[in-house]
């Protein structure tokens, strides 16, 4: 469902930009789950150990969730705008862990929603540099054609 409505929004973000999105945020939720799903045991999607179907979380939500986010970002607005908008997309991500926990598709070990809720925001920051530096990189390259 989220991948579909990536595909039909109005895109003001360019191909290059949506890739390099999708590409960051699975390493950033590589890197996430292998520290801590895989390392630290804090959590983890359906069972305990490897799984197959915690590919749709890796393929079928993150990556749409990104393009999302920052699809609508509000570049050159004031900071609080900025605050708000980060703060809504915590609240939405906080909803869906939730109904993921309620689903049984995600379970906690020793993890909470208070560590999401810390968590979130620097993960959407991240998210956010990473295509301001991909923009970067794009003009760049034009500059030099």
């Not at 801590?36 to 045991?41: E, G, R, T």
């Amino acid at each position: 469902m989220l991948n579909l409505t990536v595909i039909f929004i109005p895109k003001r973000l360019s191909g290059i930009e949506m890739l390099s999105i999708i590409l960051f945020s699975h390493a950033l939720e590589v890197l996430a789950d292998y520290i801590f799903d895989v390392m630290y045991n804090m959590y983890g999607y359906f069972d305990k150990g490897p799984e197959w179907w915690s590919f749709i979380y890796v393929y079928g939500i993150y990556p749409a969730i990104s393009v999302l986010f920052l699809n609508f970002f509000p570049y050159g607005k004031r900071f609080m705008k900025i605050v708000l908008y980060i703060a809504a997309w915590v609240l939405i991500a906080l909803i869906f862990e939730k109904a993921f926990l309620w689903s049984k598709t995600f379970y906690y070990n020793s993890w909470n929603m208070g560590y999401s809720l810390v968590l979130y925001p620097g993960l959407y920051l991240a998210l956010v540099l990473s295509n301001k530096f991909t923009r970067y990189l794009v003009k760049k390259v034009q500059l030099k054609w």
